[in-house]
């Protein structure tokens, strides 16, 4: 796929279907999309191809499983369906601005991912044809354009020219879908947002990601930017001088949101590390069990040693992982190495020829790293992704770079990804280091056991999480703190973690910067998770624990160390003790779990937090 830059501002999940029960297809499909937004959801539906009676809709605020009460069987039987699952952009979260919309006869109904850049200028150019907008969204003006063209447009042409005209006179990103009375087929049109296109026994079905389609389908062909079709039950319909796509076997299958013996899928992920951790490792260390050996990338090895730089681009619970993955890469090799925010990418000063920029991203949408990635190939950089979701946007633009194999992540905030990132980075840091073997062969040792560590960590770790959960609770936000480097990176990610899940203002930072300013926030009892590995930074570490102590104070510990740091814990958090550079494995579980405890005490949903997307496809 060709990748263009102004083509990738995705957002939203839509499904649309062609089948004996469309409807029943669609919800069931909007289900399996809703992590890509769930601030409210809606259908709309046509029962017999021919009739020309205005199109059934059903939207609501909320979950999926709010529309599935609303519709109540209403939409049974239904022949042609298409349906949405929205994350606010264009206005408020509300029934009006929720999709599908409408032209004001009802005969027309459309579902739309994206942004439409010129939204407001369409709307002066509709009002002055006498339409008027009911809702706040960019999308409506889509739905009047497409009523006013087909009413006026010449005789003898088709539905799909009077889309592909309105198509024409749009600026920005969108997937759509669209059906019209009377008409049999669901429109479609992508630029700069996915869209699948699925076939099998039970009918034609279009998606946003290929996940609703495992089970359903046994073909699917990947729509490009520039295309827009009519899918009918006979194939798929295309202006005279466009191709049609190529269908391509789906493989594998859909693993189901099912939290199984636990509460969250939140909770089940944090328990899944240690078979994700085996996953992302294995195959990836040589039978000797001395080296790693990340494949998939374009350069080899020794090319990569040659370089420049390698910058990490990614963004959130990504880009702190890619801290991590940098301080490896520059403790490993000679390389220069830095991680950037994708949003802030200064791509003119540190890409050229001889760079490689690496996105690292679960969704492999994120359209801030896409964007990244870029930037970086224009200013001549080598680009490969580390992306756990298969065939994503992302995997498919670079082309080259490695799988995280971490199995489907459901819940919002990022638990097992965030680990098998760091995993593969290690690898990847190792499998193009030259430092000596005996040191190599002792840390990739200790990395194979990892999935048994974490595991006992997962069964031991209960009682001082919950006093830890307590106390923050009852105390106020916390402060994070860690140092030197590795440690730092996990105190950022916790307190994005208890943010996203607790809605409890978290800060994070060095120890060594508190007494910079932030010792100002200190107060008796205000508590401090202190991260304190038994590396080279422990004695600092302690002295920054003292240093808020002394000023009232309460300390969640988590450390490996059985030394005397542990009697400065309030409440001591004990992780297994590993070697010093896996260290952000062992000790983000308890951060995990404390953020979970924090957000389910407070009633948090927290595998759908408020505000956020599973699939952050905006800038
Ligand atoms: C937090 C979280 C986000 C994502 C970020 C990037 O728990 O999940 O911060 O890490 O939005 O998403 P991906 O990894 O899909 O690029």
């Given at each position: 796929m060709k990748y263009n830059r102004q083509l990738l501002e995705l957002?939203?999940?839509?499904?649309g279907c062609i089948a004996d029960d469309a409807a029943a297809m669609v919800l069931e499909g909007l289900r399996k999309l809703e992590y890509r937004g769930y601030d409210s959801a809606g259908l709309a539906a046509i029962f017999s191809p021919g009739d020309s009676s205005p199109i059934e809709t059903e939207k609501t605020t909320g979950y999926v499983s709010e529309l599935v009460s609303k519709v109540n069987g209403r939409f049974d039987g239904a022949k042609i369906s298409i349906g949405h699952t929205r994350w606010a952009t264009h206005g408020g979260v509300t029934d009006q601005n929720a999709h599908p919309h409408s032209s004001n006869d009802g005969n027309i109904t459309i579902v739309h991912n994206g942004i439409i850049e010129n939204s407001a200028e369409l709307s002066n150019r509709l009002n002055n044809l006498g339409y008027s907008l009911s809702s706040e969204t960019d999308t409506e003006v889509i739905v009047h354009l497409l009523d006013h063209e087909i009413k006026t447009q010449p005789d003898g042409?088709?539905?799909?020219?009077?889309?592909?005209?309105?198509?024409?006179?749009?600026?920005?990103?969108?997937?759509?879908?669209?059906?019209?009375?009377?008409?049999?087929?669901?429109?479609?049109?992508?630029?700069g947002a996915p869209l699948v296109i699925g076939r099998g026994e039970a009918g034609i079905s279009v998606s946003s990601d290929v996940l609703p389609f495992y089970g359903a389908c046994s073909e699917v062909a990947y729509m490009n930017d520039g295309d827009n079709f009519l899918l009918t039950t006979n194939g798929i319909v295309a202006q005279d001088d466009v191709e049609k796509p190529t269908f391509e076997a789906l493989e594998g299958v859909y693993d189901e949101e099912d939290p199984g013996i636990f509460p969250h899928m939140m909770l089940k992920e944090i328990h899944d590390q240690p078979t994700s951790l085996s996953n992302v490792l294995s195959g990836r260390i040589s039978a000797d069990g001395v080296n790693a050996e990340l494949s998939g990338f374009d350069l080899s090895p020794a090319e990569i040693r040659k370089l420049e730089r390698i910058n990490l681009v990614a963004c959130g619970t990504a880009y702190y992982a890619s801290e991590i993955i940098s301080s490896y890469i520059r403790k490993f090799t000679c390389i220069r190495s830095e991680a950037f925010i994708a949003s802030e990418f200064p791509a003119k000063s540190v890409c050229s020829q001889n760079t490689l920029t690496i996105g690292v991203s679960q969704s492999g949408e994120t359209k801030d790293t896409l964007d990244a990635l870029f930037e970086a190939k224009k200013?001549?950089?080598?680009?490969?992704?580390?992306?756990?979701?298969?065939?994503?946007?992302?995997?498919?633009?670079?082309?080259?770079?490695?799988?995280?194999?971490?199995?489907?992540?459901?819940?919002?905030?990022?638990?097992?990804?965030?680990s098998n990132m760091v995993a593969a980075g290690l690898l990847f840091a190792l499998t193009i280091s030259d430092i000596p073997n005996l040191e190599k062969k002792k840390l990739v040792q200790d990395l194979r056991k990892l999935p048994n560590i974490i595991s006992s960590q997962l069964i031991d770790a209960d009682e001082a999480i919950e006093q830890a959960a307590n106390l923050i609770l009852e105390n106020g936000p916390p402060i994070f703190i860690g140092r030197g480097g590795l440690s730092s990176y996990i105190a950022k990610e916790g307190a994005l973690k208890m943010m996203e899940i607790s809605y409890i203002p978290c800060i994070s930072l060095p120890g060594g910067e508190l007494k910079h300013g932030p010792i100002a926030l200190i107060t008796q009892g205000s508590p401090v998770v202190a991260l304190v590995p038994s590396d080279s930074k422990l004695n600092l570490m302690e002295t920054s624990i003292r240093e808020c102590k002394s000023r009232g104070a309460k300390i969640i510990l988590i450390t490996d160390s059985e030394g005397p740091i542990s009697e400065l814990a309030d409440i001591l958090i004990q992780t297994t003790q590993t070697h010093p550079d896996l260290s952000p494995f062992t000790h983000i579980i308890p951060i995990q779990l404390l953020a979970y405890q924090v957000g389910v005490e407070k009633g948090v949903n927290v595998d759908r937090p408020r505000n956020l997307a599973k699939s952050v496809t905006v800038v």
């Open positions: 957002m939203c999940g839509i499904f042409l088709l539905i799909l020219d009077a889309f592909c005209t309105v198509i024409s006179k749009l600026r920005g990103s969108w997937a759509l879908a669209a059906i019209v009375s009377g008409h049999e087929g669901i429109l479609v049109s992508r630029s200013y001549g950089s080598n680009v490969s992704s580390l992306c756990n979701v298969i065939g994503s946007t992302m995997s498919r633009m670079t082309g080259n770079g490695a799988y995280l194999h971490a199995g489907p992540e459901f819940a919002v905030a990022s638990t097992k990804v965030f």
